[in-house]
């Protein structure tokens, strides 16, 4: 059977979701708009793949007490809320536990993070003994296109050529701490040159040599699958699609077997 795909989204409407959106209507993908009280309720158990666009971001508290706003009418306020560390992070972990399948793009990609995998921030340097995020007088990379390397072993990327252009807006690069490979991460994209600017302006663009652009990992049965770059951007990157579609057809396959 087909895979139940839910692509989450906010009231007032998200300008990465209303994209990703319009990409699976126009290769007729089947899906359901989710939102922040639905996951904090406990809906994803109706589906097999959550995706997270760029914008879905992790709030600490939890986000759904805005659904009480007289001002906005009845019938619209269980869309209210947001994303919260404290309640929708235990709800995705649970639906990845049991076996769901998980895509967060971009900035959602903080959720590996809250999810307590071995993962760092690549673009870092040493000041006074700690590591803090480069600054953007010395790293700053907007709406550009770069070369990365593929691991197309993975069938996670089938059909993907071993170096691809992505697109990258200050996007999240990630680096592997020791005891990754043993939580069944691995990586999918990375950076194997200290120039990898192929259109538009990469300042500093050195420091993302070695760096990771995009991984899998596994969640107890589940698969949650991370990419920094914006591989879904306003429709427009075909090249980096199949990233998305490949985890699609996957757990509809899985579903089936």
């Not at 087909?2 to 209303?18: E, F, Q």
């Not at 639906?95 to 673009?123: D, K, Q, Y």
């Not at 990258?168 to 701490?177: A, M, Q």
Request: glycine letters at 12%.
């Amino acid at each position: 059977r087909k895979a139940r795909i839910a692509l989450w989204d906010r009231y007032g409407g998200s300008m990465a979701s209303g994209w990703i959106r319009w990409m699976l209507e126009r290769f007729e993908f089947d899906f359901q708009l989710i939102y922040p009280p639905e996951i904090d309720a406990g809906a994803l158990s109706n589906y097999d793949v959550l995706i997270l666009p760029s914008d879905a971001s992790f709030g600490g508290r939890g986000g759904t007490n805005e659904n009480n706003d007289p001002t906005v009418p009845l019938e619209w306020r269980n869309r209210m809320g947001s994303l919260s560390t404290d309640t929708s992070v235990p709800k995705i972990k649970e639906f990845l536990e049991a076996g769901g399948t998980v895509i967060a793009i971009g900035s959602a990609g903080s959720l590996a993070r809250h999810l307590g995998l071995p993962i760092e921030n690549h673009v870092v340097e040493m000041v006074d003994g700690q590591e803090r995020p480069v600054p953007r007088d010395k790293f700053y990379v907007p709406t550009s296109l770069l070369r990365m390397d593929v691991n197309t072993s993975n069938s996670s990327t089938w059909g993907m050529p071993k170096q691809a252009d992505v697109f990258f807006d200050n996007s999240p690069v990630y680096r592997l701490l020791p005891g990754a490979e043993n939580r069944g991460i691995t990586p999918l994209l990375s950076f194997g040159s200290a120039s990898p600017l192929r259109s538009g302006w990469a300042w500093g663009q050195e420091r993302l040599n070695g760096g990771v652009g995009g991984f899998e990992a596994f969640v107890g049965e589940g698969k949650l699958l991370v990419y920094g770059p914006e591989i879904t951007f306003r429709a427009q990157p075909y090249g980096t699609f199949k990233l998305l579609f490949n985890a699609l057809y996957k757990t509809s396959l899985r579903q089936r077997h």
